[in-house]
Protein backbone atom coordinates (compact mmCIF):
# COMPACT_ATOMS: atom_id res chain seq x y z
CA UNK A 1 0.00 0.00 0.00
CA UNK A 2 1.03 3.19 -0.82
CA UNK A 3 0.39 6.24 1.29
CA UNK A 4 -3.14 5.19 1.28
CA UNK A 5 -3.46 3.76 -2.19
CA UNK A 6 -4.81 0.36 -2.60
CA UNK A 7 -3.31 -1.51 -5.92
CA UNK A 8 -6.72 -3.72 -5.77
CA UNK A 9 -8.95 -0.79 -5.98
CA UNK A 10 -6.98 0.65 -9.40
CA UNK A 11 -9.07 1.34 -12.00
CA UNK A 12 -7.26 2.13 -15.57
CA UNK A 13 -7.72 5.20 -17.24
CA UNK A 14 -10.63 6.21 -14.32
CA UNK A 15 -8.42 6.38 -11.15
CA UNK A 16 -4.47 7.60 -11.96
CA UNK A 17 -1.77 6.56 -9.95
CA UNK A 18 -0.09 8.62 -7.16
CA UNK A 19 3.11 9.33 -9.08
CA UNK A 20 3.30 12.91 -8.29
CA UNK A 21 3.26 14.05 -4.93
CA UNK A 22 4.34 18.19 -5.91
CA UNK A 23 2.56 19.07 -9.30
CA UNK A 24 4.35 22.42 -10.09
CA UNK A 25 7.37 20.49 -11.37
CA UNK A 26 5.96 17.89 -13.98
CA UNK A 27 5.72 20.40 -16.27
CA UNK A 28 9.81 20.66 -16.15
CA UNK A 29 9.93 17.64 -17.81
CA UNK A 30 9.74 18.68 -21.11
CA UNK A 31 13.57 20.26 -21.01
CA UNK A 32 15.05 17.08 -21.10
CA UNK A 33 12.56 15.36 -23.89
CA UNK A 34 12.85 18.11 -26.16
CA UNK A 35 16.97 18.36 -25.29
CA UNK A 36 16.53 14.35 -26.21
CA UNK A 37 14.69 14.62 -29.40
CA UNK A 38 16.17 17.53 -30.31
CA UNK A 39 19.72 16.00 -30.39
CA UNK A 40 18.99 12.44 -31.85
CA UNK A 41 17.11 14.66 -35.18
CA UNK A 42 20.06 16.84 -35.39
CA UNK A 43 22.45 13.55 -34.95
CA UNK A 44 20.22 12.03 -37.81
CA UNK A 45 20.33 15.10 -40.05
CA UNK A 46 23.85 16.81 -39.99
CA UNK A 47 27.07 15.51 -41.23
CA UNK A 48 29.11 16.15 -37.99
CA UNK A 49 28.69 15.86 -34.50
CA UNK A 50 29.98 19.22 -33.27
CA UNK A 51 27.67 20.67 -35.60
CA UNK A 52 24.67 18.47 -35.01
CA UNK A 53 25.24 19.38 -31.11
CA UNK A 54 24.93 23.23 -31.63
CA UNK A 55 22.18 22.77 -34.01
CA UNK A 56 20.08 20.88 -31.68
CA UNK A 57 20.31 23.37 -28.87
CA UNK A 58 18.75 25.93 -31.20
CA UNK A 59 16.12 23.00 -31.57
CA UNK A 60 15.57 22.31 -27.97
CA UNK A 61 14.65 25.86 -27.49
CA UNK A 62 12.34 26.07 -30.30
CA UNK A 63 10.34 23.03 -29.20
CA UNK A 64 9.95 24.79 -25.88
CA UNK A 65 8.96 27.91 -26.29
CA UNK A 66 6.69 26.25 -29.03
CA UNK A 67 5.18 24.01 -26.22
CA UNK A 68 4.98 27.08 -24.56
CA UNK A 69 2.89 28.78 -26.59
CA UNK A 70 1.12 26.14 -27.40
CA UNK A 71 -0.14 25.89 -23.82
CA UNK A 72 -0.63 29.37 -23.68
CA UNK A 73 -3.29 28.99 -26.82
CA UNK A 74 -4.66 26.33 -25.31
CA UNK A 75 -5.42 27.74 -21.72
CA UNK A 76 -6.81 31.06 -23.44
CA UNK A 77 -9.12 28.78 -25.53
CA UNK A 78 -10.41 26.39 -22.56
CA UNK A 79 -10.37 30.29 -20.10
CA UNK A 80 -12.66 31.53 -23.12
CA UNK A 81 -14.53 28.48 -23.83
CA UNK A 82 -15.14 27.97 -19.64
Sequence with gaps: MIAGFSLL???LFI???????ESWY??????????GVALVYKSIRCRDMPTAFRESIGLA???IVGMVLAAGALAGVAKFMH
Aim: glycine residues 0%; aromatic residues 14%.
Design 9 to 11: AYT
Design 15 to 21: DPLPIWR
Design 26 to 35: WPLLIIPLSA
Design 61 to 63: ITI
